[in-house]
């Protein structure tokens, strides 16, 4: 249980274009998904909380017309980045809290997270 | 953001011995959690921490909650091949309505067959 998948796993694409990634909650329901960006030999580092249902809250210095998120059901979010550029390349991962909780409701489940390289 | 004190940053290990891992924090945390990523891959939950003083074993992993509610550790006995990889502790702030994480920088484990 607990599963959650990203598509695509990697992306290449040419600057300026805009590239979408799909966040899903395979077998719970999650009111509430979180996207990480992690660079190499770094720590993930949150980038938006997603509530299904409403507006995602940006951290601090993430630009939210940037980085457009979706979350329009309890499986499913979605992360755009728009007019991506180099700087963008990244490890983008997404991870989904457990509405019902087999835990104590506060364990996240990552995904296997999508490379994202801007050329 | 916040991110937590992890150590070491790195460890180099023979098969078979022990290791251990904390991460200390400035804030009060009321959930810890530790996951271990593989390269290319997105972290995979080992251990879940909830009240203070909590000590939780996940086969050879053994995790604790420190007192204070600002530390946490991470034993693995035993340590194989496999267990390589970067492992990292998170905080839960305390208070939060939307149970976002803070994370370690990671410790990488290399264990020399």
């Known amino acids: 249980g607990a599963v959650v998948s990203q598509h695509p796993s990697w992306v290449i694409c040419k600057s300026g274009t805009s590239v979408k990634i799909e966040c899903r909650s395979l077998?719970?329901?999650?009111?509430?998904m979180f996207w990480y960006r992690q660079f190499p030999k770094q720590s993930l580092m949150l980038m938006a909380t997603s509530n299904e249902g409403s507006k995602a809250t940006y951290e601090q210095g993430v630009e939210k017309d940037k980085f457009l998120i979706n979350h329009a059901s309890l499986t499913l979010s979605t992360l755009t980045v728009t007019s991506a550029h180099p700087e963008d390349s990244s490890f983008y991962i997404c991870?989904?809290?457990?509405?019902?909780?087999?835990?104590?409701?506060?364990?996240?489940?990552f995904g296997p997270g999508t490379r994202l390289t801007v050329l | 953001g916040q991110q937590l004190n992890q150590s070491p940053q790195s460890m180099f290990i023979q098969e078979g011995e022990d290791v251990s891992m904390n991460c200390t924090s400035s804030s009060i945390f009321n959930t810890w959690l530790w996951y271990k990523q593989d390269p290319g891959e997105g972290p995979v939950l080992l251990i879940a921490l909830y009240k203070a003083g909590e000590l939780t074993s996940n086969g050879r992993l053994t995790a604790q909650f420190g007192i204070t509610r600002k530390d946490s550790f991470l034993n693995i006995s035993a340590s194989i091949p496999s267990d390589v990889g970067i492992y990292f502790c998170a905080g839960q702030l305390k208070g939060g309505s939307n149970y976002k994480l803070t994370f370690g920088k990671g410790t990488l484990l290399t264990v020399n067959p």
């Open positions: 991870s989904a809290r457990d509405l019902v909780a087999g835990g104590k409701g506060n364990e996240q489940f």
């Open positions: 077998d719970f329901q999650a009111t509430t």
